[in-house]
């Protein structure tokens, strides 16, 4: 069974940076596509971002020129990770790591159990 496992989560103030990352576990062959969304209180998960193994990118408007994804392409290491610069309190939010759709453009069955970031002064 895939496992995502997620680190990187912490307190950081406005304007500072953060690097998250997500590993795969349970799993041999490397995953199409893998993505972070993010979900604050009483908001819906939205996508930050999402990048596919032939080296497709997306990211959601509230990051761009912000966020950066990449991943580890080491066979069957599945790894990704996600550099935060200029972070804003809006970025404040749990971040889930996210696997198992087919492209950038669709959400994936295969969720972490979420690291939050918290941007705070």
């Known amino acids: 069974q895939v496992r995502l496992v997620e680190s990187g989560g912490d307190l950081v103030q406005p304007g500072g940076s953060l690097r998250l990352s997500c590993a795969a576990a349970g799993i041999t062959y490397r995953l199409s596509t893998m993505a972070w969304y993010r979900q604050s209180p009483g908001k819906q998960r939205d996508l930050v971002a999402a990048?596919?193994?032939?080296?497709?990118?997306?990211?959601g408007d509230s990051v761009v020129g912000r966020f950066t994804i990449s991943r580890d392409d080491a066979i069957a290491k599945n790894t990704i990770y996600l550099q935060m610069n200029n972070l804003k309190p809006e970025d404040t939010a749990v971040y889930y790591c996210?696997?198992?759709?087919?492209?950038?453009?669709?959400?994936?069955?295969?969720w972490g159990q979420g690291t939050q970031v918290t941007v705070s002064s």
């Open positions: 990048i596919h193994i032939d080296g497709t990118l997306k990211y």
């Open positions: 996210n696997a198992g759709a087919y492209s950038v453009d669709q959400q994936g069955v295969i």
